[in-house]
């Protein structure tokens, strides 16, 4: 496969040949690191404080708080400099859930696997009201449910099943995907969704969001007690999503529970039988509106040498995750590896010249606002590209976000030019099943600020695990799910990429920069 | 594989090639039979009933009565003759769940899936309590906490960890494994399991569950409040067990909540790191102790010729389920199914010459005891062989309980002058999967109670789907997990096997009696 591999990075990276023979590696370091990351490894007990301790970490509620001061005090300890919760700006309300109990009582007891949705009312004390089946396929069809849903319980009809797991959740890639991602072709770097309205589906699904917000809006003017919705997730896990906005303005929404669908389908289906359903539940939630800011976890290893010391490498992912577990796959993994890889560099007596800077972001879930908004005050605006004397000196991001996985290679974000370096440092990791390189782009996480801007954003390539099916914002995702050896593997080749990112002669090439939004 | 299959009956049976041959299949029937089983069924629609309506179904409790109420009216209402619920002897207490809630407050909150064991009583009210972690690997380790413990919640230490989803919970049989099957050879008829006791395994867990008993005699003496156990499954999914007798003489034990594996590790490791955990819960159950006898659900398509009618072709399964859920698969499934095939039957305008004789068992789950007694009953006493005349009447007994999975055979149990029959009766359902013979014993339900008196007793094999990994025992076993199109092929092959049953010129061969216990 390696062979395969070096003849896609030449095409890929044209001339490079002679760059990638030189590119320098230094393995004497690497020895050093890999026995620090593989063999005296803390990186579970990081991500024991920031799960299992901490707790719940959505975006401005206590549990984030927790795991940011624990943090700032930890990398503090390891010898990091600087290290603060840095406000980034107005993100708006926390929110925690402070009571969790639904239960229908009739036709017989049953306590549900339900969650609230994220920013959403309590029921001010216990409640219990028989459930409302609610047919709408057009606002207008509410009409017949009005005066008749106060304190109520709701649930909508729907025509969703559940599926039998014919397939595993867990994977790791097979050589071929790995192989397939080593070909892809350079992508465009992402402009915002102009043609999905061209895409009939993205139309539906607007259409069907348009119609439960005015479902939800009706059922709030009407004072309904609680709304059921059904959850993505079976066999107990549940997948959340906010129910409301977080901004300090926003108006107070209906109560609603993502229920599982499990529980979800029996009270349709007794409902639709005409079989009478009651439910007692008991939800209280907290909002928190003392600090609007939000915060991101920023520490440093200083730079020593007199002319790069003034440039940075970053590293980071986000430390915030949602509200029905730890999110331990998404994302106290990414932070822990992040952690683990300073405290290795730290550990091995490693004196960088350039800085080496470690941010763990906040409210990435709500659309990577952490970062977006660091690099907004410290690099540049992305809307114009006016830019800050800070985005020439950030010589790289590397960013980790995508679960338990251990490190297959990395994501390109069309930087062909630094194809050939990482290709160089990929290699003395081939034995850690770390070896592909793809041009292509990956997104949703917090490399994308960076690459905004024109600094070089990477985000690894990691093996998907339970990722997609039963961790990333579910009720389960929790420290459970992380492998040891993974995380392990994953902190070692980071800390190898950060510490030649440092010490390289030059900054890791650019690609072109992007241009104003509007000017394309 | 049809051809290996026959050389392998063939082999099996000796000198069967002439009442293989022989045996007489009614297609015009069976056309009938596949049109009403497979385009008019009622299956989910029982199944419905069984499961949503009824609600879980312990033996004893208020929701396995509904269940039996139903089926007795409804088997009325398709024209079968003397539906009752029939008393099968002295059962024990009843009991329910009737509030279930249970959550961690400190360090942060987070409700608990968690689930009480059957038979045990509540926290009269709601209780809040730090959790303390025991640690006992000999009855003496727990002189430390003596005086300590009252009102407390414990917790037990563990080395048990969860494990990535690498295999799909679902499956149905390879053509590999069916003819494995179809090849195996003839077992000895089991006899209670004397050799266990040479098993290092056995005498070790033995030895665990002694260790259990007496701690938990301990925690209930220094009168805990509540003991948290770790449950069997992932995900959300939590396998249930009892947690006392159901005897009406039984002492009262301690609570204790089965709780699911996260919820359980978290609360273990935040312990061992030296973490205060507090719980709060509200737990309610209902001990029903007015009637202490076991029903079995029996009725009947009376026979018809004037010979023949006086025998009687039995179908059943198990009615009786766990408690967190509502038993869909076990064994909701398996009696919608005996019940559609008898609706069937009358559907098509079957008059039989044998009597048909649905049983619907109940206490399967406490080791078989409604169809034990009900043998015991009516045809006799397998430790003695003592047995009455009815004992040689029954031609045979037809069970379902292996799930939601479709028919892809018959277990001979041993029976192999059965084979050649079976095997011509499956013909005709090659088409929809089923078409495997083999010799071998199956275990686990109630067509042994059958066997055991010598009356040819047999299970289907099924395809097990995701029945061993998320569904039986589980509260993930519910309706969602029944698969329409299998119930409906099940019931369709159930009722031709019974028809033909009914019709045959004998009786079904039956293989060498059982001797009296003792006298191998």
């Given at each position: 496969?390696?062979?395969?591999?070096?003849?896609?990075?030449?095409?890929?990276?044209?001339?490079?040949?002679?760059?990638?023979?030189?590119?320098?590696?230094?393995?004497?370091?690497?020895?050093?690191?890999?026995?620090?990351?593989?063999?005296?490894?803390?990186?579970?007990?990081?991500?024991?404080?920031?799960?299992?301790?901490?707790?719940?970490?959505?975006?401005?509620?206590?549990?984030?708080?927790?795991?940011?001061?624990?943090?700032?005090?930890?990398?503090?300890?390891?010898?990091?400099?600087?290290?603060?919760?840095?406000?980034?700006?107005?993100?708006?309300?926390?929110?925690?859930?402070?009571?969790?109990?639904?239960?229908?009582?009739?036709?017989?007891?049953?306590?549900?696997?339900?969650?609230?949705?994220?920013?959403?009312?309590?029921?001010?004390?216990?409640?219990?009201?028989?459930?409302?089946?609610?047919?709408?396929?057009?606002?207008?069809?509410?009409?017949?449910?009005?005066?008749?849903?106060?304190?109520?319980?709701?649930?909508?009809?729907?025509?969703?099943?559940?599926?039998?797991?014919?397939?595993?959740?867990?994977?790791?890639?097979?050589?071929?995907?790995?192989?397939?991602?080593?070909?892809?072709?350079?992508?465009?770097?992402?402009?915002?969704?102009?043609?999905?309205?061209?895409?009939?589906?993205?139309?539906?699904?607007?259409?069907?969001?348009?119609?439960?917000?005015?479902?939800?809006?009706?059922?709030?003017?009407?004072?309904?007690?609680?709304?059921?919705?059904?959850?993505?997730?079976?066999?107990?896990?549940?997948?959340?999503t906010n129910g409301a906005s977080y901004a300090d303005t926003a108006k107070v929404v209906a109560l609603e529970l993502e229920t599982s669908g499990e529980d979800y389908l029996r009270i349709v289906r007794l409902l639709k039988a005409g079989q009478k359903v009651e439910i007692e539940a008991d939800i209280k939630t907290e909002f928190?509106?003392?600090?609007?800011?939000?915060?991101?976890?920023?520490?440093?290893?200083?730079?020593?040498?007199?002319?790069?010391?003034?440039?940075?490498?970053?590293?980071?992912?986000?430390?915030?995750?949602?509200?029905?577990?730890?999110?331990?796959?998404?994302?106290?993994?990414?932070?822990?590896?992040?952690?683990?890889?300073?405290?290795?560099?730290?550990?091995?007596?490693?004196?960088?010249?350039?800085?080496?800077?470690?941010?763990?972001?906040?409210?990435?879930?709500?659309?990577?606002?952490?970062?977006?908004?660091?690099?907004?005050?410290?690099?540049?605006?992305?809307?114009?590209?006016?830019?800050?004397?800070?985005?020439?000196?950030?010589?790289?991001?590397?960013?980790?976000?995508?679960?338990?996985?251990?490190?297959?290679?990395?994501?390109?974000?069309?930087?062909?030019?630094?194809?050939?370096?990482?290709?160089?440092?990929?290699?003395?990791?081939?034995?850690?099943?770390?070896?592909?390189?793809?041009?292509?782009?990956?997104?949703?996480?917090?490399?994308?600020?960076?690459?905004?801007?024109?600094?070089?954003?990477?985000?690894?390539?990691?093996?998907?695990?339970?990722?997609?099916?039963?961790?990333?914002?579910?009720?389960?995702?929790?420290y459970d799910r992380l492998i040891e050896d993974d995380l392990k593997q994953a902190a070692t080749i980071v800390a190898s990429f950060v510490y030649h990112t440092a010490q390289r002669k030059d900054m890791i090439p650019r690609k072109e920069q992007p241009k104003p939004q509007g000017t394309n």
């Amino acid at each position: 496969m390696k062979s395969k591999l070096l003849i896609t990075c030449l095409l890929l990276t044209g001339a490079a040949t002679a760059t990638f023979a030189q590119e320098p590696v230094d393995t004497a370091m690497i020895r050093k690191i890999r026995q620090e990351g593989l063999n005296n490894s803390k990186v579970m007990e990081t991500a024991f404080y920031l799960t299992d301790v901490s707790g719940p970490r959505l975006a401005g509620s206590p549990g984030l708080k927790r795991a940011q001061n624990w943090a700032v005090s930890q990398l503090t300890k390891w010898g990091l400099v600087n290290a603060k919760n840095e406000p980034w700006g107005k993100f708006g309300k926390g929110w925690e859930v402070q009571k969790n109990y639904a239960a229908i009582t009739v036709p017989y007891y049953h306590a549900l696997i339900a969650i609230p949705k994220a920013w959403t009312p309590g029921t001010n004390g216990a409640i219990k009201s028989e459930v409302i089946l609610i047919k709408a396929d057009t606002i207008t069809d509410l009409d017949k449910y009005k005066g008749k849903l106060q304190g109520k319980v709701v649930i909508f009809d729907t025509k969703n099943t559940l599926k039998p797991g014919f397939e595993a959740d867990a994977e790791r890639y097979a050589d071929s995907s790995l192989n397939k991602m080593a070909a892809e072709k350079p992508q465009a770097r992402r402009t915002p969704n102009a043609n999905n309205m061209q895409n009939p589906r993205m139309v539906a699904a607007l259409k069907a969001r348009a119609l439960r917000n005015a479902i939800n809006a009706f059922l709030k003017d009407e004072n309904v007690g609680l709304i059921l919705s059904m959850a993505r997730g079976t066999d107990g896990t549940v997948f959340t999503t906010n129910g409301a906005s977080y901004a300090d303005t926003a108006k107070v929404v209906a109560l609603e529970l993502e229920t599982s669908g499990e529980d979800y389908l029996r009270i349709v289906r007794l409902l639709k039988a005409g079989q009478k359903v009651e439910i007692e539940a008991d939800i209280k939630t907290e909002f928190f509106t003392a600090d609007l800011q939000g915060y991101n976890v920023v520490a440093e290893i200083p730079g020593t040498d007199k002319k790069l010391k003034e440039q940075v490498v970053m590293l980071g992912g986000h430390l915030d995750s949602w509200h029905a577990a730890t999110g331990a796959t998404d994302n106290a993994a990414g932070s822990a590896v992040m952690m683990e890889a300073v405290r290795i560099l730290k550990a091995v007596g490693f004196k960088p010249k350039r800085t080496i800077r470690i941010a763990l972001w906040s409210s990435e879930e709500q659309g990577l606002h952490g970062s977006r908004n660091y690099v907004l005050n410290h690099f540049g605006d992305p809307k114009t590209m006016q830019l800050k004397p800070e985005q020439g000196k950030v010589s790289a991001y590397y960013n980790l976000d995508n679960g338990t996985g251990k490190i297959r290679g990395i994501y390109l974000q069309g930087d062909s030019a630094a194809g050939p370096v990482f290709s160089a440092w990929l290699a003395p990791f081939k034995d850690l099943g770390a070896n592909t390189l793809t041009i292509s782009n990956t997104g949703g996480t917090d490399h994308l600020a960076f690459d905004a801007v024109g600094i070089p954003g990477f985000q690894f390539i990691q093996d998907p695990l339970e990722y997609g099916t039963r961790t990333h914002h579910t009720n389960q995702d929790t420290y459970d799910r992380l492998i040891e050896d993974d995380l392990k593997q994953a902190a070692t080749i980071v800390a190898s990429f950060v510490y030649h990112t440092a010490q390289r002669k030059d900054m890791i090439p650019r690609k072109e920069q992007p241009k104003p939004q509007g000017t394309n």
